[in-house]
C-alpha cells in the first residue's frame, strides 16, 4: 500500500495562499485517483479535490475558482494550490489514493489555519 505524506501546511491570514505537497513513496503514474480531502473536529471528512490519472479534476463546491490540484508523476507528488484562503478553509488536509470506487490510502494530514 502505498505511504502519503503531506507538507506545506500552516498559518495564513485570509486571502492568503498556501500550496499543500503529498509525497507518495511509491511512483503514481497508475494511481488511478489522488484525492485532498479535509476535516474540522465534530464534522466528517469532506473532499475538496481529486485528479486521475489522464488528468481530470473535480472540486467541492465550496473551494472552486479558489483551489488547485495537479499532479507531478515524475515526483510522485500531488500539490494542492489554495488562494484567496477563507477562515471555513481551516481544516486538517488529508491526501489520498485509490480507485474510482475508494480513497484506500491515507496520509498522516496537515493543519491549515486561516485567520481572519
Known amino acids: 500500500q502505498v505511504q502519503l505524506v503531506e507538507s506545506g501546511g500552516g498559518w495564513v491570514q485570509a486571502g492568503g495562499s498556501l500550496r499543500l505537497s503529498c509525497a507518495a513513496s511509491e511512483s503514481i503514474y497508475r494511481i488511478a485517483v489522488m484525492g485532498w480531502h479535509r476535516q474540522v473536529p465534530g464534522n466528517q471528512r469532506e473532499l475538496v479535490a481529486r485528479i486521475t490519472s489522464g488528468g481530470s479534476t473535480n472540486y467541492a463546491d465550496s473551494v472552486k475558482g479558489r483551489f488547485t490540484i495537479s499532479r507531478d508523476n515524475a515526483k510522485n507528488t500531488v500539490y494542492l494550490q489554495m488562494n484567496s484562503l477563507k477562515p471555513e478553509d481551516t481544516a486538517v488536509y488529508y491526501c489520498?489514493?485509490?480507485?474510482?470506487?475508494?480513497?484506500?490510502?491515507w496520509g498522516q494530514g496537515t493543519q491549515v489555519t486561516v485567520s481572519s
Open positions: 489520498s489514493s485509490g480507485s474510482y470506487q475508494e480513497f484506500a490510502s
